[in-house]
Structure formats: C-alpha cells, structure tokens
C-alpha cells in the first residue's frame, strides 16, 4: 500500500508546483488534506495546543480554512502583511473563531502555530506589537 500512496502525494505535488498561485483543483487539495493530517508541530506544548484546537478545520477541505502547507493560500493571506494573519487569529474572521478556539494560546504560540500551518514566520517585534494591541480584551 505504500507504493500508491506516495504516488498520489508525488502527482499532488507536482500539480501544485504546476498551477502556481491559482487555488488548487479539489482532488489535489483533498489529497493534500490526507498528507496535511499527518503532520504535526515539533514542539510538543504546540503540537498539544495544534491538536485540540487547530487539526479539526485547517487540515479540512470543507471547512473553508486554508490547508497546512497549501502555499498558494497562505502566500494570498500573507500578502495582506504578517501582523494582519496574527491579528486576524485572534481576533477571528468569518468562520474561523478568535484565536481559533484555543483560548490559553498566546500571541506567541498563535505565531508558531501560523508558522506550522503555512511555513511562514512571524517577527518577535510583530508578535509583541500585536499581543501590546489585544492586551486587556475579552476571550
Ligand atoms: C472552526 C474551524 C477553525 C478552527 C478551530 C481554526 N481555524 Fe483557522 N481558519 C478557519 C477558517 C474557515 C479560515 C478562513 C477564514 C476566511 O478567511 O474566511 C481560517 C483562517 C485562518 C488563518 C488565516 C487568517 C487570515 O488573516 O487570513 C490563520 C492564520 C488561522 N486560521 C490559524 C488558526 C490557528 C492557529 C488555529 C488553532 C489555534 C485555527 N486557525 C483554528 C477555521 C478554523
């Protein structure tokens, strides 16, 4: 069974490479979903956190949420800037909930798990900025 399976992921890859930034046709974003739920954060406290809170929606076509590592995506996302993401996932946006269900997440595990999920990092000086203007509201 091996042997199918990784062709699969191969085909997936190389359509992606090859439809550049246009969204993914459906069989290769359910094909990246299937890998997408196999990965986890190295770190464990995010990993713990990514589990509980994130896994459910973001490795989920239906959900609407972007997939872990469906780079055409997250590169339209990030083009809005890092602060906005960050702020965003705190705060919620359309079907996805404030800080994505993970209430004792911090500014900082939030970054993480954004770098988990889409392979992008976050500055410490965004993080900090962003936590500074959330600070005091209520969860
Ligand atoms: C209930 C489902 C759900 C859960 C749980 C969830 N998300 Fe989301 N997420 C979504 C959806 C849906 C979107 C797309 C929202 C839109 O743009 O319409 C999204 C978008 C995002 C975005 C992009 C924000 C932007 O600016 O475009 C980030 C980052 C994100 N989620 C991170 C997370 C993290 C981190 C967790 C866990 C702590 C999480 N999500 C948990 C559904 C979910």
Known sequence: ????????????????AACDNATAPAEDRAALAMKAATMLPDDADLSAKYERSCIACHVTVDSGAPIVGEQAEWQKRFQAGEKTVLSNTISGIRAM?????????TADDLAGLITFLSGRTISAETVAAVAAEHSGEPE
């Open 1 to 16: 069974m091996i042997k199918p399976a990784f062709g699969v992921l191969v085909f997936a890859a190389v359509s992606l």
């Open 97 to 105: 909930p404030p800080r994505g269900s993970c209430l004792d997440c």
